[in-house]
């Protein structure tokens, strides 16, 4: 079946420092790739997508390309602020059964002033 | 506001004594679905919906049931829950079933089984 591997964590930066979480996935079909994001005590919430090999998602700063030749989807932030201390999850929708997701383990973020 | 609500979102109960989280969106979405949280473990999906009358089973269905007789709400049963439930609740819903857009969850229903 379809899986989902995201960097364990927890993460911890200082304020302004670069973020990476890595995403890799495995999937039988043609899948479209999601960060979710979810701060403490609140439910998920998107923060980018992409549905094609090559296409770049980006949102508040954060970025994410879509990279088939390595089932990757690693997320990006030039500059991270305290601001963006939350659970960050990466998912994939399998388009040939479009009503499956899969969820990476989830990585916490802490940025410090 | 567009919104996918949850109640109750938190509760405790006896093993055994069954109990449904009710889930209810209001973007008419015809895509709806349930997942549990646990930690190390991610979102797993237990149940989804593509739309009216039509469910099926996601990664993790035992000891649930779900049902979709209206668009906008979409509950959970447990009929005899176990601790092995003890768990954070999500439900969400997308526009199209067509896997390419994002879904909006709810809060989060905690649930405690003794």
């Known amino acids: 079946g379809d899986s989902v591997t995201q960097m364990e964590g927890p993460v911890t930066l200082s304020e302004e420092a670069f973020l990476t979480i890595n995403c890799t996935y495995t999937?039988?079909?043609?899948?479209?790739l999601f960060w979710y994001v979810q701060y403490p005590g609140e439910g998920l919430q998107l923060l980018l997508k992409?549905?094609?090999?090559?296409d770049k998602g980006s949102n508040k700063g954060f970025e994410a390309t879509y990279r088939k030749e390595t089932t990757s989807f690693h997320l990006e932030k030039g500059s991270v602020q305290v601001s963006d201390s939350a659970v960050y999850f990466c998912a994939l929708t399998d388009n040939t059964n479009a009503g499956k997701s899969t969820f990476g383990d989830g990585t916490t973020l802490t940025v410090k002033p | 506001e567009a919104q996918v609500t949850q109640n109750p979102r938190y509760l405790i109960t006896v093993t055994g004594k069954k109990l449904t989280v009710t889930c209810s969106q209001n973007m008419n979405h015809e895509y709806m679905s349930w997942y549990r949280q646990d930690p190390g473990l991610g979102l797993r999906q237990i149940y989804y919906s593509m739309n009216v009358e039509v469910t099926d089973k996601g990664d993790v269905p035992e000891g649930y049931k779900v049902s979709r007789k209206e668009k906008r709400n979409f509950p959970l049963i447990l009929e005899s829950p176990s601790p092995n439930q003890t768990s954070l609740y999500f439900c969400a819903s997308s526009s199209a079933g067509t896997g390419k857009t994002e879904q909006y969850f709810g809060p989060g229903t905690r649930l405690t089984v003794t």
């Open positions: 999937a039988t079909g043609y899948p479209s």
């Open positions: 992409a549905t094609k090999a090559d």
